[in-house]
């Protein structure tokens, strides 16, 4: 479904029915512990600009060195259904549209991480999810009751110690690489970078979606995940490769819990391996500098055997009621193409999460952070000889330095299901190029959730 024109009236009409049966949900909620059933709803727009910065030269995927604005809006209606004992399915329908700043191009840590690298940007509805979830039980497990929330029955009785199956269509990173002050792009840090680790190339079509399953084995202090699930048939392209046996992607991840008087915490350590039709960037280059093949393509290439491997380290802790932290870290071979998430084989990230309690705001959160990220040799060299990847390419990289972006926003909760966000972000280096910037990017997020 295509809609020709984008604004903000338009997508809230759009949007009205949802609105309305996702509080009529809410009122049932209160009147019932266990939920049969699961409505909630969320809305999520994005105005988002840079005003003009230094560049002497650009490229096709360049971010624009003009003054530029976009808009972009995300809506998701998360349908849920008790089934039989553990049991439930999801069905998540999504409206997505507009773009980032310079057609989501130019930066390897993008600065919306609500927007897609579409070639249409008007608004298109969706599945995003549509999946099974089982709950086992280990022994004589406690039980905790679950909070009513998107993607979650209100009520339901879930043992500590269990066995948890997901299987189906879903975000991998709505199981993988959480953390509490950085995950959410829609309630807090905007950047790809912080919204996970930025070198974990993980599984994904174009908006951010697979298919496969999760098992999930998940103790008190401690969860242990495995993940196998599809890659796209083209670099970052809507379209999933079904031929598993050479195509797919593989998660493992270990969490641990930890607790520093009182205050939850959780320290995570990720492993993954790809395999796609992505290239080696050397052969690549051998390739263009013999003559035989001067496309420098590694976007769609034809042949399987590609493989991207890494690691990652992700670790949040609550410092007080009011005060948390967070740091990421990850890594990968960076030896053959970018394929699903973004152009960064190495990353690191900080940041302080911090509720308006002092001054008497409890409710408003204002998060600051600063992100380093880079890439391998072989992919500094494949830019400089003027290759392009799915989100990079200035037609040369002469002069390579780490990208670094600093963030910092403000979101104020102006009514129950209403919250408004200020954002400032500084880019050194977009691209990894020292010719180009730095960019100066604000933006103002509307979030809407019931």
Request: glycine letters at 10%; aromatic letters at 12%; proline letters at 4%.
């Amino acid at each position: 479904m295509k809609l020709k024109k984008l604004n903000l009236f338009n997508a809230i009409f759009i949007l009205n029915p949802g609105l309305f049966f996702a509080q009529q949900a809410n009122d049932t909620i209160k009147k019932n512990k266990e939920e049969k059933w699961s409505y909630h709803f969320q809305f999520t727009g994005v105005m988002q600009g840079h005003p003009s910065f230094h560049a002497p030269y650009a490229g096709p995927n360049s971010l624009s060195s003009e003054k530029e604005s976009a808009f972009s809006v995300t809506s998701t209606f998360y349908l849920g259904r008790k089934l039989w004992k553990g049991a439930s399915v999801y069905f998540n329908p999504e409206i997505a549209g507009g773009s980032g700043i310079g057609r989501t191009l130019g930066i390897a840590g993008f600065t919306n991480g609500e927007c897609f690298r579409v070639a249409d940007a008007s608004p298109a509805l969706y599945s995003a999810r549509l999946f099974l979830r089982q709950h086992i039980a280990l022994g004589q497990s406690d039980m905790e009751t679950a909070e009513s929330d998107a993607n979650q029955i209100g009520g339901e009785k879930i043992p500590s110690s269990r066995i948890t199956i997901t299987a189906g269509h879903f975000s991998i990173a709505d199981v993988f690489d959480n953390n509490s002050y950085s995950h959410d792009p829609r309630t807090q840090f905007l950047n790809w970078g912080l919204m996970n680790n930025g070198a974990w190339d993980y599984p994904a079509n174009t908006r951010g979606y697979t298919n496969g399953f999760i098992v999930e084995l998940i103790k008190p202090g401690w969860a242990v995940r495995v993940s196998e699930t599809m890659v796209p048939k083209k670099a970052n392209g809507p379209q999933m490769d079904e031929n598993i046996g050479q195509a797919r992607g593989e998660t493992v991840e270990f969490e641990k819990r930890i607790g520093i008087k009182k205050h939850k915490g959780a320290v995570r350590f990720l492993a993954f391996r790809n395999l796609s039709h992505s290239v080696s960037y050397q052969n690549t280059i051998a390739l263009y500098t013999s003559g035989i093949d001067t496309t420098l393509n590694v976007n769609s290439p034809s042949v399987y055997g590609g493989q991207k491997y890494g690691f990652a380290l992700n670790a949040d802790q609550e410092l007080t009621d009011d005060i948390g932290m967070f740091a990421r870290a990850s890594w990968n071979d960076g030896k053959s193409s970018t394929w699903a998430f973004t152009e960064i084989d190495q990353s690191a990230s900080i940041g302080i999460s911090i509720k308006g309690s002092k001054w008497k705001r409890p409710d408003d959160v204002i998060g600051i952070a600063g992100l380093i990220n880079g890439i391998s040799s072989d992919h500094a060299d494949f830019l400089n000889y003027g290759g392009y990847g799915f989100m990079l390419g200035d037609g040369k990289l002469t002069h390579y330095g780490g990208e670094k972006i600093g963030e910092i926003y403000y979101s104020i909760k102006l009514a129950d299901t209403f919250w408004l966000s200020a954002d400032y972000q500084y880019v050194m280096n977009p691209a990894y190029n020292r010719d180009r910037g730095p960019v100066n990017v604000w933006a103002f997020r509307g979030h809407v959730k019931f």
